[in-house]
């Protein structure tokens, strides 16, 4: 039913002063989301996060209309994105923490002949609790079965709708005699606009760590190519410090006559390295010492015990 000229009057302002108060916006896809899903959602995002709905046509028109009193704006990046059943999640708290609360809330949901399957279907094996009379059911989507304590049972798991592909009728009548519920809805995040920026929402996985890790890597690259063609950078600098000092040490530690501070220790060391054992080796030293004392008691022992004859006796035979 479309809507009274007070209404769009009244979505027009909605949105424009969502537009103008938010700077963090999901654009989500709303397919095969119910009424009774959408409003526990909208329950769920309650203090996050602000949720609107509409046709696309709409919501372009109202985002049209507003570039034209802002152009320029960083929103006309919003334009190529309003196609299909799509809403706005507004937001100013942490993109994250909002994306989870959006992609938590989802329902198990039927196959439904004609639809598109978001993910892979695959029937476990095992009984089925269908009568022996509906095999031929089976062997038409050639499915391996065998009758069981009176009913029929999958021998084998069959990979039955893959990702992408059109559910048949005989497939969701087999999913519905099953009882297999294989889908999920809910919102499903398609683009993220930040602060002027739009990027996919796979971004967000992109924690401090990662960042961190990756940047250091990129460092290491730079300190590698520095290196290699002998142009000094500050990611080179470190190790070009370090390998002028190695060069400085390997000379001054064979010459009796100059040294520098830094050096001191390590001519110590070549000079005489008893001065820098630690009592630790000696003292393993000495256990090692008292291992051996002791296995040459237990061996003197075993060779006392030698001349024991078979009666416990001594050595001196009387025979």
């Known amino acids: 039913m479309p809507l009274s000229p007070a ?13 103008d108060n938010y700077d963090r916006i999901f654009l989500v896809s709303v397919d095969n989301v119910g009424s009774h899903q959408m409003q ?7 203090g996050q996060a602000e949720v609107l709905m509409g046709k696309n046509t709409m919501m372009r028109k109202v985002l049209a209309t507003y570039l034209k ?44 002949v004609g639809g598109i399957a978001p993910i892979d279907v695959i029937v476990p094996a095992g009984p089925t609790g269908a009568d022996p ?5 089976f062997q038409v989507l050639q499915i391996a079965t065998k009758i069981t304590k009176g009913q029929i049972e999958i021998t084998n798991d069959v990979h039955l709708i893959h990702a992408g592909d059109k559910v048949g009728n005989s497939e969701a009548m087999l999913l519905s005699k099953l009882n297999i ?30 960042l961190l890790s990756r940047f ?20 080179s600098l470190p190790h070009s410090i370090a390998n002028a000092f190695k060069k400085l040490l390997a000379i001054t530690v064979q010459t009796d006559n100059y040294t ?27 256990g090692a ?15 006392e015990m030698g001349g024991m004859d078979m009666f416990g006796g001594g050595g001196a035979s009387d025979y």
């Not at 809910?186 to 996985?205: H, K, N, Q, R």
């Not at 070549?270 to 630690?278: C, Y």
Request: charged share 25%; aromatic share 8%; net charge negative.
């Open 181 to 210: 519920r294989p889908f999920t809805y809910g919102l499903v995040i398609v683009m993220v606009y930040d602060s002027g920026s739009l990027f996919e929402p796979a971004v967000l996985d992109l924690t401090e760590e990662v």
């Open 69 to 112: 009193t802002h152009p320029g704006h960083p929103f006309e990046q919003l334009l190529p994105q309003m196609k299909g059943n799509v809403g706005m999640v507004f937001t100013t708290g942490e993109l994250g923490a909002v994306r989870t609360l959006i992609e938590e809330n989802r329902v198990p949901a039927p196959a439904r």
């Open 7 to 19: 209404r769009k009057a009244e979505y027009f302002e909605k949105m424009t002063n969502l537009l």
């Open 40 to 46: 526990q959602i909208r329950i769920k995002l309650r």
């Open 216 to 235: 250091m890597a990129g460092v290491g690259n730079i300190a590698a190519i520095s290196l290699a063609l002998g142009m000094p950078t500050l990611a």
């Open 133 to 137: 009379g509906q095999t031929s059911f």
């Open 260 to 286: 520098f501070e830094k050096a001191n220790a390590y001519k110590e060391y070549l000079a005489d390295p008893s001065k820098f054992a630690s009592a630790a080796p000696a003292a393993g030293a000495g």
């Open 289 to 303: 010492a008292a291992v051996e004392e002791k296995k040459v008691e237990e061996e003197e022992s075993e060779e």
